[in-house]
Nanobody
Framework: QVQLVESGGGLVQPGGSLRLSCVAS????????MTWFRQAPGKERELVAG???????NYADSVKGRFTISRDKSKNVVYLQMNNLKPEDTAVYYC?????????????????WGQGTQVTVSS
């Protein structure tokens, strides 16, 4: 099994910053894409930012220029640096990773989710 654990959420004033972390552990041979999603109350879960194994990134238009995703492949960790936070960034942030658990030829990638971390932006 694979576990993803997020941390770093909290309460911050508008214009402030937070850094989220997500650590993957367990039966891991290789991780391809790692992605941050968020879900605000009453809204659908949406993609925030993703990073592939080769380091290429993509961002939601609403966070471009403010958020930065990065990863440490040696530690199976993905980060989300969030700057200039706005009240509309308030949500539960979830980490997702596509994980291959075996080197066997038949092994495939499966998506795993963390339990989420709350980010609240309010004065």
């Amino acid at each position: 099994q694979v576990q993803l654990v997020e941390s770093g959420g909290g309460l911050v004033q508008p214009g402030g910053s937070l850094r989220l972390s997500c650590v993957a552990s367990g039966s891991i041979f290789r991780i391809s894409t790692m992605t941050w999603f968020r879900q605000a109350p009453g809204k659908e879960r949406e993609l925030v930012a993703g990073i592939s194994s080769d380091g290429s990134t993509n961002y939601a238009d609403s966070v471009k220029g403010r958020f930065t995703i990065s990863r440490d492949k040696s530690k199976n960790v993905v980060y989300l640096q969030m700057n200039n936070l706005k009240p509309e960034d308030t949500a539960v942030y979830y980490c997702n990773a596509d994980v291959r658990s075996s080197a066997a030829a038949w092994s495939k990638y499966f998506p795993y989710w963390g339990q989420g971390t709350q980010v609240t932006v309010s004065s």
